[in-house]
């Protein structure tokens, strides 16, 4: 085998293997999926009444398995740090994954 292709095998199997790892979310059981609506419509409804956070729909709440994931953008760290807090105060909300973006460091 030459260089080229031992290259070629050797990065397969590093992507390979790293893709393998790529998160993939398994469907929800019939009580998660009814637990996991209701807590995205409660995160959404208490995100949509704090105007600091913009429009209702601003950020996006997505709930996996009780696990809150938020994206959008925000006018602050302080802001996003806020968004978090508050949606850890939310009935069966197990953990957050907070991937807002804060539009003072968007610049």
Do not use: W
Not at 3 to 23: E, P, R, T
Not at 73 to 82: A, I
């Amino acid at each position: 085998m030459n260089n080229a292709k031992k290259f070629a095998a050797a990065l397969i199997m590093v992507l390979g293997a790293a893709l393998s790892g790529c998160a993939v979310f398994e469907k929800c059981s019939p009580e998660n999926c009814a637990t996991d609506a209701k807590i995205t419509t409660d995160v959404a409804d208490m995100l949509g009444g704090h105007s600091e956070f913009g429009p209702p729909g601003t950020i996006h709440v997505q709930t996996i398995n009780g696990v809150v994931y938020l994206n959008g953008l925000v006018n602050s760290d302080m802001e996003r740090q806020s968004a978090e807090t508050l949606v850890l105060k939310i009935a069966n909300v197990k953990d957050v994954v907070n991937s807002l973006s804060s539009r003072s460091n968007a610049r």
